[in-house]
């Protein structure tokens, strides 16, 4: 690769500024996923476009800190000559920059990209934290992409379930419970739900940029870019306080004196704790407690999931018709489909959907060695023919007007070898452990991980990623706080709570594979709770060993297939409904 002009920019940069480096993260001022372009200096630093991850520049190394998701595609992606590849996790930024700089080094940061609790585990380094308020990369990013503006909708109470000002009341009596006057937020989902709105800054995230506070009467100010709301109803304007996007932290420290904050100490910018305390204010550490309030949903909510899940269930089903005959016949004439004409194929039997709104991310449409990369994503330059010799994985989602959908399906079109065919069904019995659970209520994410990876730890395999999450209302596709991963997360499982149980394998330069559905969290017997599949997509059972499925296993099996072929039957196409049919057959007919 020819070298990162850039990154030789900014090296410049910093030596004008008499700094050692420089902490470029992946994130905006709201630690969103996707940032839009205008904000996504790491991909301008560094050349990688994942969605976690953050690089540290310094006068003589460059080094990129990504998770388990991202090892190879980083490799492929950035000029290895010039960026070290670690760990995101295993080898922390703070543990990395104790054992390598010596102490003192003046380490340049944006306080509006930094929380503040990775801020405290940075102090603890022995270098040297510098704040920059001006965002130097402006200097140097000569045809950066302009902040979006993106234009914002009502969401209609009729699809949320309760009117934004009873949910602002709530969330105010929330706030006098503690004793805090306000609550900043900066979390972009968290603004949506609470007002009531959908933006469209960011394809596939349907936020607005903006902050807000909330005081403990109930009233809100809203930090937003007013051309975006000219779609927005008197009411909703009428109900809330406008103001300028870039006065946020300004206000933060004009109404700080004698009044305490509540602030997120894992979502919040550190740049509000400096506004905060400049004023003269106390802060308040908790959760953003509208994080959990909308991470229970009601009874609206959890229709519109179900009934979004039968259109993309369609969908879905279309689709895999049409690839499972497809992909044979066109293999034979030598005109293989493709992972990029897959995937428009499949968008477009989305938007024959009557509440299909947008993709809710960038689909993975990965055959063979491509799926080993869990995050990747098909370019003309990758774009690898779907065959009947590899597996293909395809997962992706929706966001409809009444919920969003997140699956994922490894797909066999031939005959499979040992090693894969244990591999996925290690992958498939982990997903069945998990999906038929019953578990007390109150349970928390990481006590159930273990069961979706027990299969695989017996071969001595796992998986670098977490095992589900949450996914919001027409809102994020990962949403907090609830997740099932190995990491301790503190918050109970209960009924309304929504997730994902997508357990994985991926062996580098051979395969991947995942099975996923989004479930709902429901009532059982008394005090405990299971999951229940809102995805309705047929399992290919192909590839599987079926004699290493236990009873329940089939058990399962059978019921979902057969629940998936009641409700789909009568609404998918009638090229698509005999593949239906004979793709939700009982498990003991499905033999390869």
């Not at 023919?385 to 797909?411: E, H, M, P, V």
């Not at 996914?471 to 929504?498: D, Y």
């Amino acid at each position: 690769m020819q070298p990162t002009s850039s990154l030789h920019a900014l090296r410049k940069l910093l030596k004008e500024r008499d700094l050692d480096g420089m902490i470029i993260p992946r994130a905006d001022a709201h630690q969103s996923e996707d940032c839009s372009p205008n904000d996504n200096k790491l991909e301008f630093i560094s050349n990688f476009d994942g969605s976690a991850g953050l690089a540290l520049i310094l006068a003589d190394r460059a080094l990129l800190f990504v998770d388990g998701r991202y090892q190879v595609q980083a490799r492929q992606q950035v000029n290895l000559e010039e960026f070290e590849i670690h760990h995101l996790h295993d080898e922390p930024l703070h543990l990395w920059l104790r054992d390598n700089l010596p102490a003192g080094k003046r380490i340049a940061f944006e306080p509006l990209l930094m929380v503040n609790s990775q801020y405290e585990s940075l102090r603890t380094s022995g270098c040297d934290l510098v704040a920059v308020n001006d965002d130097p990369l402006n200097t140097i990013w000569a045809d950066r992409p302009a902040a979006p503006r993106g234009v914002v909708t009502q969401m209609p109470d009729e699809i949320s379930g309760e009117p934004g000002a009873a949910k602002r009341a709530r969330m105010a009596a929330l706030l006098n419970e503690k004793g805090v006057d306000y609550l900043a937020i900066t979390l972009l989902d968290n603004i949506a739900w609470l007002l009531n709105v959908r933006g469209s800054d960011v394809a596939m995230n349907p936020v607005a940029q903006s902050f807000a506070l909330l005081k403990n009467d109930g009233e809100i100010e809203w930090f937003v870019d007013d051309a975006k709301l000219h779609q927005l109803d008197s009411t909703l304007l009428n109900s809330v306080s406008l103001q300028h996007h870039d006065s946020f932290l300004a206000r933060c420290q004009k109404l700080a004196a004698g009044k305490r904050f509540s602030l997120d100490g894992d979502t919040a910018p550190v740049a509000v704790r400096i506004a905060v305390e400049a004023g003269g204010g106390e802060i308040v550490w908790q959760p953003d407690p509208v994080t959990l309030v909308k991470a229970n949903k009601n009874s609206t909510e959890l229709e519109g999931y179900r009934a979004c899940h039968i259109e993309d269930g369609v969908a879905w089903v279309n689709f895999l018709a049409w690839l499972s005959h497809e992909v044979p016949l066109r293999e034979a004439a030598g005109n293989p489909v493709t992972e990029l004409e897959a995937q428009e194929k499949q968008l477009a039997f989305r938007q024959q959907c009557d509440n299909f709104r947008e993709q809710s991310f960038s689909t993975i449409s990965a055959a063979a060695h491509n799926a080993a990369m869990c995050h990747y994503h098909s370019t003309p330059e990758t774009n690898m023919a779907i065959t009947t010799k590899a597996f293909y994985l395809n997962d992706s989602g929706g966001q409809y007007f009444n919920g969003t959908t997140d699956a994922t399906r490894t797909l066999n079109f031939g005959q499979v070898d040992a090693q894969r065919r244990l591999h996925y069904t290690a992958v498939l019995r982990g997903f069945l452990a998990l999906i038929s659970l019953q578990f007390p209520q109150g349970t928390q994410g990481h006590q159930l991980d273990a069961f979706a990876r027990r299969p695989l730890w017996e071969m001595g395999l796992d998986y670098d990623h977490g095992t589900g999450h949450g996914v919001g209302h027409c809102l994020f596709i990962h949403e907090a706080p609830h997740r099932l991963a190995k990491k301790v997360n503190p918050w109970p499982l209960l009924p309304g709570v929504i997730q994902t149980i997508e357990p994985g394998y991926y062996l580098e330069g051979s395969h991947g594979m995942r099975v996923e559905n989004q479930v709902e969290i429901v009532a059982s017997q008394p005090g405990f709770c299971k999951f229940a599949s809102l995805t309705l997509i047929p399992i290919d059972l192909s590839a599987v060993e079926i004699s290493l499925l236990s009873e329940q296993d089939i058990a399962w099996l059978d019921g979902y297939h057969q629940q998936v072929r009641e409700i789909l039957s009568p609404l998918v196409s009638g090229d698509a409904r005999p593949w239906l049919i004979e793709a939700t057959a009982p498990v003991r007919t499905q033999r390869a």
